[in-house]
């Protein structure tokens, strides 16, 4: 029988889940770095930075490494900005799982446990507090907690830990049935652009856009400081060189997992087969990169899988499921959007179930600015020059009152705010995203022109020049359906521009240097 991996927020009283992971926590901290089943050498898989370690007292200065910290292999070889984000982060927190499995069972502990996680439920308000387990340094007894760090600065560098709805939307990922997108398509999938193996990219899918990337930030935070290098001033969880140091982190991805699991079982109509949403068949992705993701065993021992080993988690190999894979926010959307641009409750019900189907794609760009965007501490604002014919179209495909079930049912346009090239000299930034915002309005009181949230997770390694994307920086695609809808029925679509508004949400180094390399919006037919 599997194992279940079980939410934090419901973990009865008196149950031995986390204290059975911070013994395991301890067993593996004190094993050094050289020895691939410690805690500091599964964190290093995801990323190591060797000086930064030794800054921050994670690393004795004088030990000799096993494995070249600045190179990618068994060290560094987390994958972002890719369609394996998914696939390695299972295979890894598999072998994490197993290797402190085997130190609670030696340890007297059951051998059923299984690593919980953070279930940040933006339908729950309670469930976005940061875990109470997790925060206190010292434990009842006076010992430290294994489960506490230091660098764990929030949203405004104060140690105060805060996520809103707003940064972890789940509801948006429910409307996307495609897994992967190829890297020439706008990449508006669930699960990430094609890519060869990716240490670091900008090619996230929805998922690892949000809520991955703004809780990594939203724990992390970056504190008051006034070092040149940014990264000293920077929470763990802000940054792949120090996340995996943080227990949380584990949970954060136990969490993003299970997501995978859930959106396999969306359906957005009644009429949909049952494997609407699935992975990809692809032998690139089943079976590539071959020999690359090496993950280590309790005995030491290492061994290299893919994609196609990790499908099934109730597999022997695996051997977990989730308490709980149910969808929270799943609307049905289209049915909804058709009623609201006119259309008869009883034609849009028909005409959703033929429309949620549709595969086939057509994109056109609608508008871009004109130049790049400098963020900063305060509020920035930025324009987007629209094309009056491809505008045209998009106000053609939201006319559709007239449509009746006996038409060719098309869907009208989906609409996408696109940041593209957003470089970053740090990781520990969040940005609300406002779309035409009322002159002198207040940002937080008008959610209806709220795009979504930018978050800099990964920004800084993939804005190096000598790195494996030449510092073309992150991608992130924000989808503004909505608000274009409502925008076409004020009658406001015949502009000749589209306001966009950052209003960054973290503290914000003086001496960080952000862009946003340009802004561009395009429709989707399908």
Known sequence: MARVRKDVWQLPANDKTLFWYGEAIKDAQAKPITDITSWWSLAAMHGIDRQLWIDLGYLDANVTLPFDPD??????????????????????????????????????????????????????????KFPAAFAPELLDDGS?????????????GNGVISIRPSDVPVSPL?????????????????GGTRTAFSHGGRGAGLLEQQPHGPVHVLVGGTKEGTDPDITKNNGLMAMFETAGIDPIFWLHHSNIDRLWESWLTVRRHASDPADAYKNPTDTDWLNEPAGEFVMPRPNGTTFTTTAKDVLNTKAPALNYEYQDISVPGQQVVLAARLG??????????????????????????????????????????????LDGPATSNLSASLRVRSLAPAHAPKAPDRVYLVLENVTSTTDAGVFDVYVNLPKDATPAQHPEHLAGVLSLF???????????????GLT???????????????????????????VPQTAISANSQIDVGRVRIYRQSR
């Not at 130190?103 to 690593?115: C, E, F, N, Q, R």
């Not at 430290?144 to 405004?156: A, D, I, M, S, T």
């Not at 994109?363 to 324009?383: K, N, P």
Request: glycine fraction near 8%.
């Open 71 to 128: 190179a990618i292999g068994f060290w560094n070889q987390c994958q972002h900005g890719s369609w394996y984000f998914l696939s390695w982060h299972r295979a890894y927190l598999a072998a994490f799982e197993a290797i402190l499995l085997d130190a609670i069972v030696k340890k007297g502990g059951p051998a059923d446990w299984a690593l919980p996680y953070w279930n940040y439920d933006p339908t729950k308000p309670n469930t976005l």
């Open 144 to 156: 430290k907690n294994p489960l506490w760090v230091k660098e764990r600065y929030g949203r405004r």
């Open 174 to 190: 429910w409307q996307e049935p495609e897994f992967f997108n190829e890297p020439q398509d706008l990449p508006t999938s669930f």
């Open 340 to 385: 609201r641009l006119g259309i008869a409750p009883a034609d849009a019900n028909t005409l959703a179930g033929a429309m949620a189907m549709a595969s086939q794609k057509t994109t056109e760009l609608v508008g871009q600015s004109r130049s790049a965007i400098r963020l900063a501490g305060t509020a920035t604002d930025a324009s987007v020059q």
């Open 458 to 472: 990964g920004a800084r390694a993939a804005s190096k020049a000598g790195g494996a994307h030449a510092g073309d």
């Open 476 to 502: 992130q695609t924000l989808e503004i359906t909505d608000i274009v809808d409502a925008m076409h029925l004020k009658g406001q679509l015949n502009a000749q521009s589209v306001d966009v508004k950052f």
